[in-house]
């Protein structure tokens, strides 16, 4: 078992207390991980730091008051600075940490990520299975190397491996559900709109977005659902978690990238409201 400290920074944020504004700023892919991190065994906490945060504060609650065994932080282009500036204050504390950085930056810039001395490792591609395989490793006390999607550096106490990702994941469902108090005391604690992750990827390819490149990184089918059961479960889970729940948002690049799927989870949601004295109003992009 590893204590995994995961790590996400937002430019815009309420306060440096509760940094997140809404529910809607939970990081999604990382919310996954998390998930299953705790899944397979792993204590996992979770941060969100802000421009205003006390980095060096920061560092000191995660490597000395939670004690964790490896910091794996994600981050897009803009956030990847005060990330960084996290890691290096990690590694003053305490220079054996593993850090490991994935997300958007790293998966397109992976020899700039990787260059960085704070950062031991970086993930490229979906990461659901290569950190838990990455934790896997790091609380046994072996080598995280030969791990498709990972990069680890060769100085130090890893060897230098470069390993391709995997293909993509296609079925959604092997994933838990996220947990929600990972994230609980960083949001505004006033705040109901939440979002539920419906499906994965993009049939377009936008030049402004960052998805005609994503989806080149692993081999296979890229835009993917889950199943309406295993949405459905969520939507229960949570309205049970917060009854007052007025509204909800279907996060989805777009939810007509298959009809079939849209008219299935739609069957479902009505059948959900026609029991709900409160219907609850939904929307998707």
């Not at 704070?118 to 490229?124: F, G």
């Amino acid at each position: 078992m590893a204590r995994v400290a995961c790590v996400f920074s937002v430019e815009l944020y309420g306060t440096v207390d509760r940094p997140l504004l809404d529910w809607g700023r939970v990081p999604f892919g990382l919310s996954v991980i998390a998930a299953c991190l705790e899944a397979a065994g792993h204590e996992v906490r979770s941060w969100v730091i802000c421009p205003a945060s006390q980095l060096d504060l920061i560092a000191t609650d995660i490597v000395k008051s939670f004690g964790c065994d490896m910091v794996a932080a994600s981050a897009v282009t803009t956030q990847f600075p005060i990330i960084s500036r996290l890691c290096q204050q990690v590694k003053l504390i305490d220079e054996k940490t593993p850090v490991i950085v994935g997300g958007v930056h790293a998966s397109l810039n992976p020899e700039e990520t990787i260059s960085h001395a704070e950062i031991d490792a970086i993930c490229i591609g979906e990461g659901e299975h290569a950190m838990v395989a990455f934790a896997n490793a790091i609380g046994s006390g072996r080598q995280p190397v030969g791990i498709p999607g990972l990069w680890t550096k060769g100085k130090g106490q890893w060897g230098p491996d470069r390993n391709p990702p995997s293909a993509f994941e296609t079925n959604l469902d092997r994933f838990p559900l996220m947990n929600l108090q990972h994230w609980a005391s960083w949001v505004n604690p006033e705040d109901r709109s939440f979002r539920i992750v419906v499906g994965r990827g993009c049939p377009y390819g936008c030049t402004y977005c960052s998805n005609h490149a994503l989806k080149k990184l692993n081999e296979g089918r890229y835009v993917r659902f889950r199943s309406t059961d295993h949405i459905m479960k969520e939507i229960n889970r949570l309205v049970e978690l917060y009854p007052e729940i007025e509204k909800l948002h279907l996060e989805i690049e777009t939810i007509g990238a298959s009809t079939a799927f849209a008219i299935e989870l739609c069957d479902r949601l009505a059948d959900f409201n026609a029991l709900r004295i409160n219907r609850i109003a939904f929307r998707a992009n």
